[in-house]
């Protein structure tokens, strides 16, 4: 694996780096000793997918607040998303700033997300899949979220009219 730090702190790219021949290619997708020498958290508690039928479907922006805070890796398993992390760390010289980057099913990029972090992401195409690994089990008291189009954090996203759930629609605001 190729593990690249990204602009917000804690947050890193994992790229494969397949081991290929006529069959096609072999690769490892996560490694709890590199996670671990790259001071990732490299527990692992919980897996889910989120299947999501069609071109425009925003999901997020999601976060576990202490003492059930999460680090994720995501994966994009079929399609493509556009997936947005934004600092919510108060202590970070980054707090109030987002990134995003495409991932889909023929780059095989991840995106690993720190605790502090909120997640979210938009599908670029219909049928797409998203693959999560997380570091502790989800715990309803602690799920939190952040308005997607809250003026203050100003995140760009590609598709301006989403299929977005109630829930993600009603999170205030203005958090920081």
């Known amino acids: 694996m190729k593990i690249t730090r990204l602009p917000l702190g804690g947050a890193h790219l994992v ?3 397949p081991v290929a021949d006529e069959r096609g ?3 490892r997708t996560w490694c709890a000793e590199e996670f671990h020498a790259y001071g990732l958290n490299s527990s692992l ?3 889910s997918i989120s299947h999501n039928k069609c071109r425009g479907t925003l999901r ?3 976060y576990q607040a202490e003492p059930h805070a999460e680090a994720k890796l995501v994966r994009c ?11 919510l760390r108060p202590a970070s010289d980054t707090c109030g700033k ?3 980057v495409e991932l889909t099913a023929t780059n095989r990029k991840a995106l690993y997300v720190p605790e502090g972090l909120a997640h979210g992401f938009q599908t670029l195409v219909d049928d797409t899949e998203v693959f999560y690994q997380m570091s502790i089990n989800y715990h309803l008291e602690s799920a939190r979220g952040v308005r997607w189009n809250d003026p203050l954090f100003g ?4 598709v301006h009219d989403p299929t977005i759930s109630q829930r993600d629609r009603s999170f205030s ?4």
């Open 173 to 176: 605001d203005h958090l920081l």
């Open 98 to 100: 987002w990134f995003a």
């Open 60 to 62: 997020g922006l999601h």
């Open 15 to 17: 790229e494969l780096e």
């Open 25 to 27: 290619f072999f690769a």
């Open 155 to 158: 995140i760009e996203w590609p």
């Open 77 to 87: 398993t079929a399609g493509a998303i556009y997936d947005v992390i934004l600092d």
């Open 45 to 47: 508690a919980q897996c």
